[in-house]
């Protein structure tokens, strides 16, 4: 082997490992921005309020206390109705929750469980039971984020 096909096979080595650290630098910066953030701040408790009057509702999650999650979801709902009357209907501590409505029956259905798609799922299973044909999933989530 020559002094220059061993310099070329040395050249071609580097590289491609050049190109090898560029595509792990390229895929490791993909993965940081399309990855969802973990955000260790959020707290443990969430909260449904209602209105009385118009059903119209607000929901908290990831708050570091009750109170915060409750007073967060009690004004957003407040926000969406113009008689300002609605009142925290559900607390969650770790767990999961699902809300459906019927208009029809002008009813409201929230089941707690330790998986929002099941707590959904009994929700709606409730609202349908009544016999409403209206049934509809509104909300579903878990206390320290959706």
Partial sequence: ????????????????????VLVGVAGYAWWTLHSKPVNPLLGKFGSISISNSSLEYGTAWGYPTQAAANARATTECNARTPNADCQTRFNMGETCGGM????????V??????????????????????????????????????
């Fill in 109 to 146: 259905f929230i089941v707690g469980d330790n998986s929002k798609n099941m707590a959904a799922a009994y929700a709606l299973a409730q609202c349908q039971a009544t016999g409403a044909e209206d049934c509809m999933v509104r909300e579903n989530f878990c206390s320290a984020g959706p």
């Fill in 1 to 20: 082997m020559s002094y220059g096909d061993s310099r070329r096979k040395l050249l071609v080595s580097g590289l491609l490992l050049l190109l090898l």
């Fill in 100 to 107: 459906s409505m019927s208009a029809m029956r002008n009813q």
